[in-house]
């Protein structure tokens, strides 16, 4: 799987490093920021309910995340900073990545009936741009255990080796 001339795992290592200052920056607004937390998610969650989840998710947005919109505002906010670090410092990249495509999945679920009814299929995929593309690099930085390079997790495989 590896590259002779080792282009492709810094590609990956760049691409991760540059992923992590999105999910810094969106953490750090929605735990530093009360805009998000109080009041913020709790509207986007009934913009979901109303209009953009599929239907099996709905009751877990409406019963399950709205009535502790705040508690769940900083849980995703938390999430987004630890995906965030992890990714930046190439630690517990293959959790975090986890972590991210289920994250990911769960916007997508939540946003999917947005573009409307009776609009083609291929509207909602255009629709998360925003989620789909992430969910991709979650699942790659999985696969190629991207913290192994430039990341700690690269130091503890080889400190773990020299044992």
Known sequence: MRNPSGALPKTIAVVRIATSAFFLLFGEYKVFRSEFTHGGFEQYLQGFIQNGAVSFYRPVLANLVLPHAVFFGYVVGVME??????????IWVRPASVLGAL????????TWWEPGPGIPVWNYFVAELHHLPLLFLFIIFFVADAGREWGLDGRHTQATRRR
């Open 81 to 90: 900073l630890f995906i965030g670090m992890c990714l930046l410092l190439g």
């Open 103 to 110: 994250h990911m999945l769960s916007l997508t679920l939540a």
